[in-house]
T-cell receptor, first 115, second 109 residues
Framework: GAVVSQHPSRVICKSGTSVKIECRSLDFQATTMFWYRQFPKQSLMLMATSNEGSKATYEQGVEKDKFLINHASLTLSTLTVTSAHPEDSSFYIC???????????FGPGTRLTVL | GQNIDQPTEMTATEGAIVQINCTYQTSGFNGLFWYQQHAGEAPTFLSYNVLDGLEEKGRFSSFLSRSKGYSYLLLKELQMKDSASYLCASLDSNYQLIWGAGTKLIIKP
């Protein structure tokens, strides 16, 4: 099956610093990748849709200047949380959609803790 | 508006069968997904239905009725490792996944 990796799996940082999370599709090409955030005991919340070679589309209420998304190739998208604050602490999950299909395959997630 | 409804929590016994229901109302429809999510982990793909009917995949089956806006996930021969949250998601006309809040399934010995 399609494999998506995410790095790092866990990060702890100080308030005010920036954190970059990488999402890679390992054995397939993905024109579209998605970034989700999930708080404890809540459902997935779509943050943005990332299309290769173009600007990301952000969901309402998600600050694009705070959550920078770059989708430089068909196999890599990055999410940078700038000037992180404790309220940004969450589980960040990326997913990738295969070129010809509707299924989304998820990365293992990144648990971010901002002190 | 767009809405996905599924029960918050269900309990079943090891070895038994459980059916998790999902109703959806989305702008357009391009299929219905079921994902499994263990605590602290990312979701894993279980099934995708775009046509009416039942699709069987081992111990798991998924059913769709487009006219009723209804789907269910059927789990047979339950095992303790099936304890997880099961997420229903509808693919809308923009090919965006609209997620339900998930059903936490508790398996008891």
């Amino acid at each position: 099956g399609a494999v998506v990796s995410q790095h790092p799996s866990r990060v702890i940082c100080k308030s005010g610093t920036s954190v970059k999370i990488e999402c890679r599709s390992l054995d397939f090409q993905a024109t579209t990748m998605f970034w989700y955030r999930q708080f404890p005991k809540q459902s997935l919340m779509l943050m943005a849709t990332s299309n290769e070679g173009s600007k990301a589309t952000y969901e309402q209420g998600v600050e694009k200047d705070k959550f920078l998304i770059n989708h430089a190739s068909l196999t890599l998208s990055t999410l940078t949380v700038t000037s992180a604050h404790p309220e940004d602490s969450s589980f960040y999950i990326c997913s990738a959609r295969v070129l010809q299909g509707n299924e989304q395959f998820f990365g293992p997630g990144t648990r971010l803790t901002v002190l | 508006g767009q809405n996905i409804d599924q029960p918050t929590e269900m309990t079943a016994t090891e070895g038994a069968i459980v059916q998790i229901n999902c109703t959806y109302q989305t702008s357009g429809f391009n299929g219905l997904f079921w994902y499994q999510q263990h605590a602290g982990e990312a979701p894993t793909f279980l099934s995708y239905n775009v046509l009416d009917g039942l699709e069987e995949k081992g111990r798991f089956s998924s059913f769709l009725s487009r006219s009723k806006g209804y789907s269910y996930l059927l789990l047979k021969e339950l095992q303790m490792k099936d304890s997880a949250s099961y997420l229903c998601a509808s693919l809308d006309s923009n090919y965006q996944l609209i997620w339900g809040a998930g059903t936490k399934l508790i398996i008891k010995p």
